[in-house]
Structures are given as C-alpha cells and as structure tokens.
C-alpha cells in the first residue's frame, strides 16, 4: 500500500524550486546591553571610608572615573616591582 502512495505522488519537472529564506528573529534580552570592548572581571576592594573619599577626590582630580584611576595606579605599581 506505501508503495501505491509513493507512486501516485506528484512527479515534478526536474527542476527545483529556490526556498524562500527563513527570517531570522532574534530572542529580546532582558537587561543591560552588554558593555563594548573588553570588558573583564571585577575587583572588590573593602576600603574604609576615609580611603574611599581619598580616592575619590585623587581621581576627580587627576580628570578620571574612580575604576579608571584604580586601574592606572594598580598597573603603575605592578610596573615598578
């Protein structure tokens, strides 16, 4: 009886016909857009506080973002070892 089936089906002319390309949609995230560039780990430091207000004032000073001036004198220090 499959036999019968598959002969009856509808022969094509040879030729095949281009499949319409699937649209592909993209599932929305949730959340923040990751950060551009090179992102990596964080760092925790415990500061006190009066630490945390020397650093802040450092770094306003020197024209940088807090992390930005941690980075700098972190890898300053690093350097010199």
């Known amino acids: 009886m ?5 002969a009856s089906a509808k022969k094509t002319s040879g030729k095949a016909k281009p499949k ?3 649209k ?5 995230r949730i959340g923040r857009p990751p ?7 964080g760092l925790v430091v415990r500061l006190t ?3 945390r207000t020397q650093i802040d004032r450092a770094a306003k000073t020197a ?4 992390a ?4 700098d004198a ?5 350097e010199t070892d």
Do not use: M, P
């Open 2 to 6: 499959a036999a019968k089936k598959r």
């Open 20 to 22: 319409a390309a699937k």
């Open 24 to 28: 592909v949609v993209k599932k929305k």
């Open 35 to 41: 950060r551009a560039g090179e992102a990596g780990r």
């Open 49 to 51: 506080d009066s630490e």
């Open 63 to 66: 024209g940088k973002s807090v």
């Open 68 to 71: 930005a001036y941690v980075r």
């Open 74 to 78: 972190a890898l300053s220090a690093s």
